[in-house]
């Protein structure tokens, strides 16, 4: 009598895994909507519940994800990174966060426990679509994992840069930074100017509405949000205080007797930051 066959059931190989960790946010749903787009099984762990079509995921799911993204909010991802590398991830992680020097220590401990570890700040607001901007990848120490990170991310028509993550908040004090209390003190210019900025359609220079884009996206943040950015990174008071001694010089050669004071700042400006 012939034995009877027994049929092995045939698997195609293991689906990547992605864990968000704080993934219920705007960018945290960003991020979780790319990596499915990806083709990554994504689970979300986040006390404020998971967003529809996505899977609940907990902390302990990062001791096997094959990629772990810190994506809590400012004030929270240091502790929720410390809580990761409790459970020794296997595979990589990484932040988003737009400061990095409370997670400098972390990524010490990180590299010291043999975990794969980087860090990186997508240079753009969760409602943008990501071809054409900016994506900054940290390298903290492990530049094998900054270059998988940014792997990650390529093909999407990204301008993706890779600086040492300890660089990271000197940078954006002085350019995010810069723009934020910029577009502030704008906004609280066009107020008391009495402005109506809602109504200029037929009306506004191309400039004017540059600056517009500018104060509105500013004025959409959340206050706590913007807060945090400037009083967490210690170049910012000074970032600050250069601005507004600029808008006095200016105004200054501006409404000079001739136009020698003002064209020749323009001109030393221009040479400084390469505008021949």
């Known amino acids: 009598m012939p034995k009877p066959k027994h049929h092995t059931k045939r698997t195609g190989p293991r689906r990547r895994t992605v864990l968000l960790v704080g993934g219920a946010g705007r960018m945290g749903r960003l991020f979780a909507r790319f990596f499915r787009r990806r083709g990554y099984a994504v689970r979300i762990a986040d006390p404020a519940g998971v967003q529809r079509g996505f899977a609940k995921g907990t902390l302990e799911d990062a001791a096997r994800a094959d990629v772990v993204v810190i994506a809590a909010s400012l004030e929270n991802a240091a502790a929720a990174l410390g809580a990761v590398l409790e459970r020794r991830p296997e595979g990589l992680v990484f932040d988003i966060a737009?400061?990095?020097a409370p997670l400098l220590p972390l990524f010490a401990r990180a590299r010291r426990e043999g975990i794969a570890i980087a860090s990186v700040h997508p240079m753009f607001g969760p409602d943008?679509?990501?071809s054409g901007r900016d994506f900054l990848v940290c390298d903290a120490g492990d530049a094998p994992a900054?270059?998988?990170?940014?792997?990650?991310?390529?093909g999407e028509g990204m301008k993706i840069r890779t600086m040492p993550a300890e660089d990271h908040?000197?940078?954006?004090g002085r350019t995010?930074?810069?723009a934020h209390v910029a577009a502030l003190a704008c906004a609280g210019a066009l107020e008391r100017l009495k402005v109506d900025a809602f109504d200029v359609d037929g009306r506004a220079t191309t400039s004017f509405r540059r600056l517009l884009d500018l104060v509105g996206s500013l004025l959409d943040q959340e206050p706590a949000l913007t807060r945090a950015i400037q009083t967490q990174n210690p170049d910012a008071p000074w970032v600050a205080e250069v601005l507004s001694e600029e808008v006095e010089a200016f105004?200054?050669?501006?409404f000079a007797p001739d136009l020698e004071p003002l064209a020749a700042r323009v001109m030393a400006v221009r040479r400084a930051l390469g505008r021949r």
């Open 176 to 178: 995010m930074g810069l």
């Open 169 to 172: 908040d000197r940078w954006v």
């Open 146 to 154: 900054a270059r998988r990170v940014a792997r990650l991310f390529a």
């Open 98 to 100: 737009s400061l990095k």
């Open 128 to 130: 943008a679509s990501l």
């Open 251 to 254: 105004r200054a050669a501006i």
